[in-house]
């Protein structure tokens, strides 16, 4: 079963990167360049939402994290959607194997979702929008 961790007790992971010698210049060029695209606090808010999907579908599927069926309940989709009948539904087609009762968790989730920005994939330099 998976632990329920805080970030009171648990530090959060950090992730370093290693420059080429004589190339530390470009270091404070580097840092943060995912919270200059994106807002760091609609990134934790994704975060959190993952962790819960992925324990309420542990509930539904009745298994460890690990043996969650692969589904890929995109946020953004369920954001594109022009109501929540078709998000209800869009998230009914991909718990179609689930045999548990999932009305609670899809109205959950559709109340989690609401509100939430869409993330645009940052482009790279020269690329253009479809």
Known sequence: MAAVTSP?????????????????????????????????????????LEE??????????????????????????LLDLPSDVERTIRVKMLLVDCYK???DFIAALLEKVRGMQKLNTPQKKGELTP
């Open 8 to 48: 009171e007790t648990t530090p959060q992971p950090r992730v370093y990167f290693q420059t080429p010698p004589g190339t530390e210049e470009e270091v404070p060029q580097k840092q943060g360049r995912v919270t200059v695209k994106y807002d760091r606090k609609e990134l934790r808010r994704r975060l959190n």
């Open 52 to 77: 819960w999907i992925v324990s309420q579908l542990m509930n539904l599927y009745d298994c460890e994290e690990d043996e969650v069926p692969e589904l890929e309940i995109d946020v953004d989709e």
């Open 101 to 103: 009762p999932n009305d």
